[in-house]
């Protein structure tokens, strides 16, 4: 479970559940970033996580993808 923590409605943040991780990415710094579908979204509602983010938030979807 991804929350996304700049949608806050009645003081309780809002949950996305991810669909899968698209890609894998370095941002300007060189640290790997992620491409996530959430469940029930399209594509153009992709957005890219760090990596240190998705080890918190989803740790075996993140390794799955990373096993490829």
Do not use: S
Not at 42 to 50: A, I, S, V
């Amino acid at each position: 479970v991804l929350k996304k923590l700049d949608k806050e409605t009645d003081d309780e943040e809002e949950q996305f559940f991810i669909q899968k991780i698209l890609k894998k990415d370095l941002d300007e710094r060189g640290r790997p970033v992620y491409k996530v579908r959430f469940c029930g979204f399209g594509p153009e509602h992709d957005l890219w996580y760090r990596e240190r983010d998705l080890k918190k938030t989803a740790p075996e979807m993140l390794e799955d993808f990373n096993a490829k």
